[in-house]
């Protein structure tokens, strides 16, 4: 059983997860206007993981006995001044998520709430992943940028990404 509080914090972050998805496929179509088909597919995928973690949410809610409200989603930024500047935003806004987790984490302690506390163990796991991979793409461009053809052989690397559903 949810309390209010739990449900109205999980509803939020049904939404927070959705406009991630949103705000990375918009990321994915001005990497596609940029010529970099690899990192928009890369992209894609990033958003589509992104819908499985607000799923996961939706799916919590309904499963304590409470009532998922849908609000609605911020519009996107379209534009990024650089490639560079879309991945140091992917990173930045994953900071931001792993606080918004981190808090839900601190709401559940405070309402002595067992499930969700444990339901939340592995956004805090995905979190450290999703930080780690975003930091960790951010390099590799910058160091492709120090050779001619460094842009081009990142986005190549970066369309094998494949799309698997979290566990
Ligand atoms: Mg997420």
Known sequence: MLSDRMQEALNGQINAETYSSYLYLSM???LHSEGLSGC???MRVQAREELVHAMKFFDFVNEQGGRVLLAAIEQPPSDWDSPRAV???V???EKKVTGLIGDLVELARQEDDQATGAFLEWFVAEQVEEEESAAGVLQKLQVSERSPE???EFDARMGQREFHAPS
């Open 28 to 30: 994915a179509a001005y």
């Open 40 to 42: 928009a597919s890369w």
């Open 87 to 89: 991945f140091e935003a």
């Open 91 to 93: 990173l930045a806004h």
């Open 150 to 152: 460094g842009l081009s």
